[in-house]
């Protein structure tokens, strides 16, 4: 089994994060930047919807922290809540793939973030986002769901297995020294005379009520925020690279090497219909 990327990938995410953790220190230093958020009458929904209808804001409408992609990490949530003189109690990991961090309504109102997320139930390791325990995650006190299952290896990689079943082969891997997961790629011997496209499928499925009751409940939650609402609800992203190798599913079948999407591009003919087929 191997991880994707390995530990030559340590280096680019240290400097990741201190180049982070410079542009968060930037913005914690500007109170004139605060003290303008704070006197602003326009609420935050509004200002989010005028600048998505291409006119004209009385400022830029800023989020921080409600999606996957401008979500943050859970050592700098902690910091952000130190820097703000919030209270200190454990941040919670609402996304164990990247390690990010809850950001709370406390800290959305101290910073001027105008965005609230929605997640899907699950994470991208196919544990519950609901209920909580406590982790120290090296060093830092943190809250991550209850099913989420790991182990140390004797150099101090962290496995994280799926929907937190230890029967099952890890489908993430911490190296040590790192700051979040990379994807165990779990592929099964691959037969080209033998591709069955519902075996890249199996995670496409009908939504179950459990979820609908949960976006239900959690765009209702923020809706009353008074900011923006930015949902994710899983599951519509067919062909996401990120969720080729499916850490999520405990026996994953078909081509989830991430370098297999070529593979599948040249089947395309007769593994997908037209209107599913990449572009030449």
């Keep these: ?25 930037a913005w914690c230093r500007s109170h004139a930047i605060n003290r303008l958020l704070s006197k602003t009458s326009v609420s935050s929904r509004d200002r989010l919807r005028t600048a998505l209808e291409h006119r004209e804001p009385d400022r830029i409408p800023l989020d921080f922290g409600s999606t996957a992609v401008t979500g943050v990490h859970v050592s700098c949530v902690t910091a952000l809540r130190r820097y703000y003189g919030l209270s200190p109690e454990p941040v919670k990991v609402h996304e ?5 961090g809850l950001v709370e309504d406390d800290l959305r109102a101290a910073m001027g973030i105008d965005v609230t997320g929605v997640f899907p139930r699950k994470t991208m390791f196919g544990t519950c986002a609901t209920d909580w325990k406590e982790w120290n995650f090296r060093g830092l006190d943190v809250l991550v769901p209850t099913d989420f299952r790991i182990t ?6 962290i496995l994280i297995y799926p929907e937190g079943d230890e029967t099952a082969a890890p489908s993430g891997r911490m190296p040590m020294g790192s700051a979040f997961f990379d994807t165990i790629v779990r592929q099964p011997e691959i037969d080209d005379e033998k591709l069955d496209p519902a075996d890249n499928l199996e995670e496409f499925s009908a939504v179950f009520d459990e979820d609908l009751d949960h976006i239900d409940r959690s765009v209702r939650a923020a809706a009353g925020s008074g900011c923006g609402v930015a949902a994710t609800f899983g599951g519509t992203a067919f062909g996401d690279i990120a969720l080729v190798p499916a850490p999520f599913l405990k026996n994953p079948k078909g081509i989830r090497e991430r370098h297999g999407v070529v593979h599948l591009d040249a089947h395309a003919p007769r593994l997908y219909p037209p209107h599913l087929r990449a572009p030449v």
């Design 1 to 25: 089994m191997r991880s994707q990327p390995g530990r030559a990938a340590q280096g680019a995410n240290r400097a990741f994060h201190s180049t982070l953790g410079h542009y968060l220190r």
């Design 96 to 100: 164990p793939y990247q390690m990010l």
């Design 152 to 157: 140390t290896e004797p150099n101090g990689d």
